[in-house]
């Protein structure tokens, strides 16, 4: 289907406001549902996300009796040589639809496309959401400093940047002080002991944490260091918590540890005087 | 109009980074704000220009600022596009008389994801996305439509090329370089029909940093000081099948509105990700065929997302600063076969 524009005609897919004019567009024309390739391009390694996992052709397609042509994809059966432009094509669409431009699965020759299947005729529900799945990865790259932290991590030892001058350590270091963007490329070993300048307790559950519900997050500002360093505390009733109170890590055992911050299970509290408010209320 | 200057650039870019972006971008914004003479608390106003999805990091652009200072707080803003957009902003920021200079940083690092995959969600979320067309494949396509309109031959495409990777040779920051006849180049197989790898942009990891400065102090800071002369950004429509893959209507009117047209011009640098489009920006920019163009290599020579305009602007700069060459355009291009055009006329002192 396509919508007709004062302007450039019967466009597709439909648009609802004339690209030049800004007019507001109404009224819908049945169009195709055969066409004619007007460019393409051969994609000899489909990507996973991609409609065919055999070789194919993105094209654009100008459907008979559209005026503007529409991107899709064309499969002539993995044979690069049958596609050419001017060439005459027809949906192949899927068994089951759902209302998304991938229920055509795709555009084939004209000759080896099959009648349409019967319109579901009158559902004028508006479509208020379709369903794109997006699955993206990447091969994370810690950098430099991160890199020496995460290593540290694995040996039982916290590394923080200090700051060109030497008046503040940050943890985890980041390659830079943030305050006047000199590099910082002085590490040193922070305690594992700290002081909770903040938390909140999760009731909620998240897909990737293990942690029993409910359970405290905290900042917990390391001695030695002058950045709240993130994690979770546990072995310590949720009415217990308060700022100002002394944790320390929980280590994994040594073989266990990992370059990550999961070599820490958690915080929990010990067994040292509170720390004043006044002290800390800096990094609150 | 206030006269605004570039007084000051530096770039980076590698064919693929180990660093982190903060440790990337670091040493060029230090290099940038040394070389403008300005201490870093008398720059008025940051502005940068990246994409989270790059790097698959929500609000990434906001931990980019560890690495050029923000305390005490700094006035500043970012726009998720080429870095050629931040200095728009800038540079209107500028005109308002709000500030008087400004730090300009970019950074791309497209290595650790499917550059195709990511591109893909620039374009319409429900009937292109769903298909997952990367830009090879759309640019292709609008390479296609070209060769069969006859705007354009495949042996031009490959000239381009020829001319592009040799030039990329003077260039550090190039990561693809060269000799290669033309010939060579039309015998290498098709990567995405009719296109070839040497008609696509050399990706890279990097990072941008520029410093502009507004009227009387920038003579003060640097012997030759590159004037913004004129400054212009236009859009396409989205849907590819709507639009004219051979012209590109918006580069034109950014030309033309900057006033890239009315005088000659010694040189321009400009934005063609694939050889095709330099072949289109010049017909619609009005670049005669004897103005050399893009003696850096362009982005056939590399090619850092969200950096690569900016690039072009400061190689142009940089060029005149040194005397070669008075008045140039420099271009900046986004999104589907060029669908957002930025141009800049720069004029050295």
Known sequence: MGIRSGTAGVLVPPVEYDPQTAEALEDFVDVGPGGEVISYTWVSRPRPLQPLQRPFAYALIKLDGADSSLLHIVDVGGDAVKMEIGMRVAPRWKAERKGEITDIEAFVAEGEARPAPPVLGGDLRPVKSIITPVRLEYDFSAGREQSIFLRALATGKILGARSPGGDLVYVPPRGADPRTAEPTPELVEVSDKGTVVTYSIIRVPSENIDFELPYVCINVLLDGSDIPFFHVLQNCELDAVRLGMRVRAKWLPPDERVESVESIQYFEPIDEPDVPFEDFKEYC | ??????????????????????????????????????????????????????????????????????????????????????????????????????????????????????????????????????????????????????????????????????????????????????????AKPYSASPLRDHDCPANSDGATAMVVVAGDRAKELCDRPVWIRGFDHRIDPPALGVRDLTRLPSAAVAAAKAGAVEDKIDFAEITAPYSHQEILLRREMGIGDDVRVNPSGGSLAAHTLMSCGLNRIGDAAMRIASGDGDRALAHAGQGPCLQQNLVIVLEGE
């Open chain 2, 1 to 186: 109009m206030r006269d605004v200057a570039i007084v000051s650039f530096a770039q980076s870019n590698a064919e693929c980074e180990v660093r982190n972006e903060v440790e990337i971008l670091q040493p060029v914004s230090a290099e940038a704000v040394k070389a403008s003479g300005l201490a870093r608390d008398e720059i008025d106003f940051t502005c940068s220009g990246s994409s989270d999805w790059l790097q698959g990091q929500p609000f990434a652009f906001v931990m980019a600022l560890d690495a050029v200072g923000s305390w005490p707080p700094i006035k500043e803003s970012h726009v998720e596009q080429d870095g050629a957009w931040a200095l728009y902003e800038a540079w209107v920021k500028i005109q308002t008389g709000e500030v008087d200079s400004a730090l300009i940083y970019s950074f791309g690092k497209t290595s650790p994801g499917d550059i195709g995959q990511v591109q893909a969600l620039q374009l319409d979320p429900y009937c292109v996305t769903p298909l997952w067309p990367d830009f090879d494949s759309v640019s292709a396509i609008q390479a296609r439509v070209c060769l069969t309109a006859g705007v354009v031959t495949e042996k031009q495409m490959a000239q381009v090329a020829a001319r592009s990777m040799p030039d990329a040779c003077d260039n550090p920051n190039a990561v693809r370089k060269g000799e290669f006849s033309v010939e060579e180049l039309l």
